[in-house]
């Protein structure tokens, strides 16, 4: 709790992190208030990370607890891990983002709330019999009452909007009282507000003012609230941005290819939550970046392997939904055996789900979610900013063992943001695509000895023409062929050749104890809460180890002999324990399984009371 950390320093309290939480309406703007909040925390020099929460329907009625969008971050002078168990500030914009949330709130927390639509109608869409600024609701949190949306339409009286317009500026004066508590700079956000609303100059001057007044509202109100300040956080040199998930995975893509030398391409279908790197990856089309918005999935696939046929570093995006009806696609790039990253970002299902939650129930599909024995490497990032190496290593292997990846992204990691050093290309590794060479006669089924990758000849290449298709390929040769002895060998040739992967990633390495009483082992989005509670734990003497994976399929060939290292093995997922069949099937081991299918991310105590309660019944 924020009361529990604070240290006086004259009139500011100095907090060694804290985590603030936005909630209001969808049209509130609350993920805009708390992306300029980050954006300014990070030039500021502090660690962090974010969690934006959306409505799951499009359009929920206006003042519902289906309507409430929220954005947190967790803000800190320490490394910041995750976006934070217990928010210690909630800014409510109206009843139902109050009701929603304030179950998530300790007693003395801080809550800023707008009153102005505390009245009947909006107290009883929101679910309340009762106005709980009334009773004695909320006699336990530090409460600052104020009437945000009343002193936006003040600081606007000689603007040229109408009202409506006015009171959607409001966000930005919610903003500038979190400036002024918070001892934040106000001025990267004016510059932003200059340069997003330049062709609207009437707006740009509204939100300005309204930035303004409220944080020039709390200057002299002298709220009762302490101001507090986080400090910049230590960090390595470097130049750093902040970056979501799905901005890494655009980026780290467009490394890739100038890694391999390779034009990429993106065939996409827009579904959330991966339409942003779709977005972000258009950007660049004046940079050889080609992007193609298809008019369903199974055209945005197909599209994506008629670029890799044709030489491209090719990727497709979707989400669960959108794998299912890839699955025929992705078959035929077993089958041709050609380089195709598929991007599936994760969401909570079955069927159109819970769209804008995240899970990581995709596992179990992305491994055998195809007709017949046609095995795909799957790897899985862990932070927003580690989805910028992965999505490079995930183009590396794709191209230099010839067959398709899938790469496992999810929700949280997809619209989460941290800092990220931004690296240089030469420290980045070297992709060697197989091209074809030689002027003897052409075999397309012929193997790198190493890694059973077959050459890859570009449509053009003398000498280098071949059929591709979806029949049984003739060994050597790539005809059609329908003899059960060369299918049995090209079926298992091509599991062999996933197999060997394992030769080619690192090694599994593993956090806290190296051997001891409880290996965890996780995978995805949930590295930063089980990181954070099993390096806790071991601080305190348990001897508790982590092992999170990047590599699913094939897993590192060490991971077998680390699982040997401990007496028991935890396996914690947001689904309801897809890691844990495989590696109870792969190892035979038996293990003890945590699973989450809320369409939220795991919280730190969470797991720690699930790993102490295994260790006791140990």
Known sequence: MLKDQIVSKENVKELSHVVVRFAGDSGDGMQV???????????YGNDLATFP???????????????????QVHIGSINIHTPGDDPDVLVAMNPAALKANIGDFAPGTLIIIDTASFDERDLQKAGY?????????????????????????????????????KVRCKNFCALGIIYYIFNRDIEATRRWIQSKFSSKPEVAKANLKSLDAGYNFADTLELSVSSYQVKPAPIHPGTYRLISGNSAVAWGFMAAAKLSGLPLFLGSYPITPASDILHELSKFKNHGIMTFQAEDEIAAICSALGAAYGGGLAITTTSGPGMALKAEAMGLAVMAELPLVIIDVQRAGPSTGMPTKTEQADLLLAMYGRPSESPVIVVAPATPADCFLMAIEAGRLAVEHMTPVIFLSDGYLANGAEPWKIPSLKDLPHIKPPFAEGTGEYQPYARNPETLARAWAIPGMPGKEHRIGGLEKQDLSGNVSYDSQNHSFMVRIRAEKVARV??????????????????????GGTYGAVYSAVERLHAEGKRVGLAHLRYLNPFPKNLGDIIKRFKHVLVPELNLGQLQVLIRAKYGVKTHNFNKVEGQPFKIRELMAEINRVLKEA
């Open 53 to 71: 929460d959306f409505p799951a329907e499009i359009r929920a009625p206006a003042g519902t607890l289906a309507g409430v969008s929220g954005f």
């Open 129 to 165: 019999e009762r106005n709980p600024l009334d009773d004695a609701s909320l006699d336990g949190f530090q409460l600052i009452k104020i009437n945000i949306t009343d002193l936006t339409l003040k600081a606007l009286v000689d603007v040229d909007m109408d009202h409506k317009q």
């Open 502 to 523: 394992a030769d080619d990633i690192p090694l599994q390495k593993v956090e806290g104890a190296q051997e001891g009483d409880l290996l965890v082992i996780s995978w």
């Open 33 to 43: 208030t708390g992306g300029q909040f980050t954006s300014t925390s990070a030039l």
